[in-house]
């Protein structure tokens, strides 16, 4: 099966391709220094643009994010396409997040394949399937065609949404939308 394919790629320090509910994405351990450099690497991204965090459950992000308060009530988004920002862990690893602000953007994707890889690896750092500046691709096919080798396991499916996540930073005394999409946050 695939995502023993990708598990095993993930242990090894590698980067992997995976669906979710809004665009394809592509992932590393983020507790691997090393995984993580080549995930920004393949991106084409600075490290000053801190890459999110998926995991299956609240529960899970709670190894690297501090889900509280009003970040707690934006939680009932998920499953689902919202992307909050919120303090770090005290022990998320120094590479995880902003390092100035120490914050860090957590999410739990509503995509089946997306929740049956991250309920068996735990928390992984994602990204859309794009070179940094690029348009995102929306299925696997697309996303080989973007990053070729470059990614050691593409599993199957695409984005139905094929939209980046609404992204709300809610570190603040007001919630600050950084980038709109498909959930309102005014409602």
Not at 66 to 75: H, P, Q, T, V, Y
Request: glycine share 10%; proline share 10%; charged share 15%.
């Amino acid at each position: 099966m695939l995502i023993d394919e990708a598990l095993t790629a993930l242990r090894a320090g590698q980067i992997i391709g995976l669906p979710t509910d809004t665009v394809y994405g592509i992932a590393a351990d983020p507790f691997d220094e090393a995984a993580m450099a080549a995930l920004f690497a393949v991106k084409g991204r600075t490290d000053d643009k801190p890459i999110p965090v998926l995991g299956a459950s609240r529960q899970d992000l709670g190894t690297v994010a501090l889900i509280e308060g009003a970040a707690a009530s934006a939680a009932a988004h998920w499953p689902g396409a919202l992307t909050i920002v919120v303090p770090c862990a005290p022990h998320a690893p120094r590479w995880l997040g902003n390092p100035v602000t120490r914050t860090i953007a957590v999410r739990v994707p509503d995509h089946p394949v997306a929740l049956a890889l991250l309920r068996r690896s735990g928390p992984l750092a994602v990204t859309s399937a794009n070179r940094s500046g690029g348009p995102p691709a929306i299925d696997h096919t697309a996303a080989r065609g973007i990053l070729g080798d470059a990614v050691a396991v593409y599993l199957e499916g695409e984005a139905p949404g094929g939209r980046s996540s609404t992204v709300v930073d809610l570190t603040g005394p007001v919630p600050v939308v950084l980038r709109p999409g498909p959930i309102d946050w005014s409602e």
